[in-house]
């Protein structure tokens, strides 16, 4: 399979690192605006600085679009058109107009299009789900999400860039019926909002692009059970508080990127639908939206 990375960024190097670990998968085409992305890289790739050039590629089986936010629409409907199947990162597109757009024509032209929603592969994450599906939590009253020291983006706030996480898991968790209200703020760099679902739990979003430590941390607080998943520790990333005790679930955890790609590439293989598909992004995009004016 003859794959091409759009976007040769830090994330993007890290999706060609996990790629080069993938059977039968070659990363053979480049594609960065800035020539200097490319330094330094082996003579197997073809280094391209404009992504068009890769419409026509015949070999070409797919790409992975690691771009700015405000780049995704165009690059990804160019590549859909074509019939490639294309895998772009968070947020899928930059407002719900090109996102029902981009969805118009994956429909039309029966192609795949996959949403890179990194948390959803993460197997803590999956742990999660068959827990609150067994009723380990009874039902669950809240969602926290807090995400503190992260990148200041160019053309997105720090709500586009940051909600995209917590939303993906919400709606993969709990399928949230209708967004009924939000309050809070959102500012350039600071978001602090509390969000209602219909028939859904509280979901509160806390993030800034500053602070003293990293974290990455999601609480979901039930009647019988709290759990935490803490992106930024070695080990024991998710405890769980029931009775008054503190365990440390054992999971065999893979890196949720390689699960992602990995997923992909399946999907691709088989024809099937992939878990965070056009459909998925479109409902994400519309919360972001719908919140971003509200709280604006």
């Known amino acids: 399979m003859i794959l091409g990375l759009i976007g040769v960024g830090t994330w993007g190097k890290n999706i ?18 800035n020539p200097e992305s490319l330094v330094g890289f082996e003579k197997k790739y073809e280094k391209i600085s404009d992504w068009r050039k890769l419409l026509d590629k015949p070999d070409l089986d797919g790409v992975c679009i690691a771009t700015p936010p405000a780049t995704h629409a165009e690059i990804a409907a160019a590549f859909v058109e074509r019939g490639k199947a294309v895998l772009v990162e968070k947020p899928m597109v930059t407002n719900l107009e090109d996102a029902l757009k981009l969805q118009a024509i994956v429909q039309k032209k029966s192609s795949l299009l996959m949403v890179g929603f990194e948390y959803l592969f993460n197997d803590h994450i999956t742990y999660l789900k068959k827990e609150i599906e067994k009723g380990t939590f009874g039902k669950i009253l809240e969602v926290t999400y807090e995400h503190y020291v992260s990148p200041s983006r160019s053309d997105v706030d720090i709500f586009w860039d940051v909600a995209p996480h917590p939303f ?46 990293k974290t990455r941390k999601l ?9 935490t998943l803490d992106e930024t520790v070695t080990e024991n990333k998710l405890s769980i508080i029931k009775n008054g005790k503190i365990l440390f679930p054992e999971i065999r955890a893979s890196a949720p990127l390689q699960n992602e790609l990995e997923h992909f590439i399946q999907c691709i293989q088989s024809g099937k639908t992939p878990l965070t598909d056009v459909d998925f992004g479109c409902k994400i995009t519309e919360w972001l939206e719908t919140i971003s004016k509200n709280q604006k």
Do not use: M, W
């Open 16 to 33: 060609l690192a996990t790629l080069e670990k993938i059977p039968n998968v070659e990363v053979k085409y480049l594609c960065a605006k």
């Open 168 to 213: 993906s898991i919400f709606q993969y968790l709990f399928n949230p019926e209708k967004l009924t209200s939000s309050e809070g703020k959102i500012e350039r760099e600071i978001v602090s909002v509390k969000i209602q679902f219909q028939n859904s739990p509280l979901l509160e979003i806390n993030a800034t692009s500053s602070g003293s430590t």
């Open 219 to 227: 609480v979901l607080l039930g009647e019988n059970a709290t759990a």
